[in-house]
């Protein structure tokens, strides 16, 4: 059985940073893509970072771009997700995923087969 847990979440100011990890147990994820995703209340959840194992190649959404960096570590199954420069509008919940029917990057949540429970980022101004 898959398992993705997050970690990392939390309270932080404007400005400031924050690193989530995310931790993958029960397959061989280094030939496949994960990514983080964001969810904020009433909206729909949105691709945020995307890293493709066989190449280390890094994918962005628009608005991440040059404040945020997702980084893997194969020997643990784990991804991170630094954040830095965080604004109020990254509150939001944030999903670890896993796409293993594909080896692309895709921004397209339906592409992904499995999901982490969430970790809640709550940035204040």
């Known amino acids: 059985q898959v398992q993705l847990v997050e970690s990392g979440g939390g309270l932080v100011q404007a400005g400031g940073s924050l690193r989530l990890s995310c931790a993958a147990s029960g397959h061989t994820f280094s030939t496949y893509v994960m990514s983080w995703f964001r969810q904020a209340p009433g909206k729909e959840r949105e691709f945020v970072a995307g890293?493709?194992?066989?190449?280390?190649?890094?994918y962005y959404g628009d608005s991440e771009k040059g404040r945020f960096t997702i980084s893997g570590d194969v020997a643990k199954n784990t991804v991170y997700l630094q954040m830095n420069s965080l604004k109020p509008e990254d509150t939001a919940v944030y999903y670890c995923a896993v796409r293993v029917s594909g080896y692309t990057v895709s921004a397209y949540r339906y592409d992904y087969d499995y999901w982490g429970q969430g970790t809640q980022v709550t940035v204040s101004s």
């Open positions: 890293l493709r194992w066989s190449d280390g190649s890094t």
